[in-house]
Structure formats: structure tokens, C-alpha cells
């Protein structure tokens, strides 16, 4: 079973950065893809950014695109997600998911092909 963990949440103010970790461990495919969801206070939850181990291939969600970006180490099977100009409807817990295949496989930010997950980081954007 993949070990999904995140890291870097907190409290910044508007217009302010943080960079979120994910770590996985117990990787035992080929082939893997990552993807960062949040779950907004009375919302569903939402696929905001992904990253193939294939080639780096990334997808963002309208609501992050320009703002957000994605990395990866593959050394260290490790994503990055970095946020910058962050506004107070940025707020809530963000979730790592991993999905692991023995064939190449290209992420989506639908939440369904991802087996493990993350127990999550709370992100708080507020003045």
C-alpha cells in the first residue's frame, strides 16, 4: 500500500505564498501520477492540479491556473505544489492522492483513479 504524506499547510494572508509537500513512499510500479485536491468548509471536494512521473506532464484546474504550479522529484517521490497570490476562497484542506500503474500512465484531476490518499493539510488564508 502507498504511504501518502503531505505537508506545508498554515496560515497566510492574502496575496501570500506556501508550498505544500507530498511524499509517497512504498512504491512498487513503474509508472505513478499525483494529484492535489482541497476540500473547501460546505464544499465538494475539488481536483485543483496533477503530475505524471511519465514525462511531467501537469493539469491544472481554472480556479489555480496561473497561480499554482506542480513538480516533482522523482529521486525522492516526492510533489511539490507551490501557491502563490492566494485569496481567502483558497482555504481548506488539501489532499495528496497517488495513483499507481505498471504502464505510463497520464494524470486527471478526477478523483476517481486515485487509490491512496493522503490524510491531508489544512491551508487558512486569512488577514
Known amino acids: 500500500q502507498v504511504q501518502v504524506v503531505e505537508s506545508g499547510g498554515g496560515l497566510v494572508q492574502p496575496g501570500g505564498s506556501l508550498r505544500l509537500t507530498c511524499a509517497a513512499s512504498s512504491l512498487t510500479l513503474d509508472y505513478y501520477a499525483v494529484a492535489w485536491f482541497r476540500q473547501a468548509p460546505g464544499k465538494e471536494r475539488e481536483g485543483l492540479s496533477c503530475?505524471?512521473?511519465?514525462?511531467?506532464?501537469?493539469r491544472f484546474a481554472d480556479s489555480v491556473k496561473g497561480r499554482f504550479t506542480i513538480s516533482i522529484d522523482k529521486t525522492k517521490n516526492t510533489v511539490y505544489l507551490q501557491m502563490n497570490s492566494l485569496k481567502p476562497e483558497d482555504t481548506g484542506i488539501y489532499y495528496c492522492?497517488?495513483?499507481?500503474?505498471?504502464?505510463?500512465?497520464?494524470?486527471?484531476?478526477?478523483?476517481?483513479?486515485?487509490?491512496?490518499w493522503g490524510q491531508g493539510t489544512q491551508v487558512t488564508v486569512s488577514s
Open positions: 492522492a497517488v495513483e499507481e500503474e505498471p504502464h505510463p500512465v497520464f494524470c486527471t484531476i478526477l478523483s476517481e483513479p486515485y487509490d491512496s
Open positions: 503530475i505524471s512521473s511519465v514525462d511531467g506532464t501537469t
